[in-house]
């Protein structure tokens, strides 16, 4: 029988390829399992490898293809099916709250979870979440205010318009329209008292789409 994580991962980079043909990126495994360093998804793969659930393409950069899928659950992952379910059944499910996210100058990036926010579950029933409480006032035109919290889906990708958490130099993290033009990105506010950052592309990373926010009146 797989561990749980050898399960997730070969549950994820399957599902992953089914929608999109391709396979998922070593950050984004990284953040569907919840482990900190690229070295532990390599050990599960190549643990997937030698138990022939997955296959490695040859000639092809981090291409996988998943040969079979295994008969049984992780008794650990059926309690966790288990508690997710009961959850629902109260409409509430959490999702982890990072920290303080800047709408104004950036701030150190957030990395470690701190705490679980429960939220409605219909505001994250596709894909994968996460909240930030915003500090600052540079998107307040667009209603984002100080003191809002915002739930973020994952994505290392955005249109342009969207409203995204921005990586930028891998140390400051912020929350700014994305625009993309050529080999730079502009990360824009939404108060004419800031003005829009343009960033060699190289510079900036994206770690996630607005998708909803909530507001607690004191």
């Not at 040859?58 to 079979?68: G, I, N, Q």
């Not at 990072?98 to 705490?115: C, F, V």
């Amino acid at each position: 029988m797989l561990t749980p994580k050898q399960y997730k991962l070969l549950m994820f980079i399957n599902k992953t390829i089914k929608e999109t043909g391709c396979c998922p990126s070593f950050d984004e495994m990284k953040e569907a399992i919840s482990l900190k360093s690229k070295s532990g998804i390599h050990a599960l793969i190549e643990a997937l490898v030698e138990r022939n659930f997955l296959r490695k393409l040859p000639h092809k950069a981090r291409a996988l293809e998943v040969v079979r899928m295994p008969k049984l659950k992780p008794s650990a992952i059926i309690e966790e099916e288990k508690k997710k379910e009961e959850a629902l059944k109260g409409g509430m499910v959490e999702i982890p709250l990072y920290g303080k996210i800047a709408a104004g100058t950036p701030i150190e990036a957030i990395a470690d979870q701190s705490e679980q926010l429960p939220v409605p579950y219909e505001m994250v029933a596709s894909g994968q979440y996460y909240a930030l409480k915003v500090e600052g006032d540079s998107m307040i035109n667009i209603g984002i205010m100080d003191g809002d919290t915002v739930i973020i889906k994952k994505s290392d990708v955005a249109r342009n318009g969207d409203i995204v958490v921005a990586l930028v130099d891998d140390c400051e993290a912020t929350l700014k329209q994305i625009k993309k033009e050529g080999g730079e990105v502009l990360l824009i506010p939404k108060n004419d008292a800031y003005e829009t950052r343009r960033l060699d592309a190289r510079r900036v990373k994206v770690q996630g789409i607005l998708s909803s926010l909530i507001r607690t009146y004191h």
